[in-house]
């Protein structure tokens, strides 16, 4: 598979994951997106891992320290309507 961005991994994951719980598949098709399935999966694991390096990296202080600070994921108003 050639280098593509996480975002169009994961939107065409997604895709097949709907196509295979669609039951209307010929078994060698199914488990030819199975196996493509799951080499996008380990892209998007692989690029989740790497980003997280990288902001480990970013939270460091001057002392090499890392600083943990807990995830405030932005307060979202639709759900509560």
Do not use: R, W, Y
């Not at 593509?4 to 098709?29: M, N, P, R, T, Y």
């Not at 692989?46 to 405030?72: A, R, V």
């Amino acid at each position: 598979m050639a280098k593509q961005s996480f975002e169009k991994s994961l939107k065409q994951l997604e895709d097949i994951v709907q196509e295979l719980e669609s039951g209307d598949l010929a078994l060698e098709k199914a488990i030819k997106l199975f196996e493509e399935g799951i080499s996008l999966s380990k892209h998007c694991s692989d690029t989740l891992d790497q980003m997280e390096k990288k902001i480990t990296i970013l939270l460091k202080d001057q002392d090499g320290s890392i600083l943990e600070k807990p995830f405030e994921p932005e307060n979202d108003t639709s759900s509560d309507q």
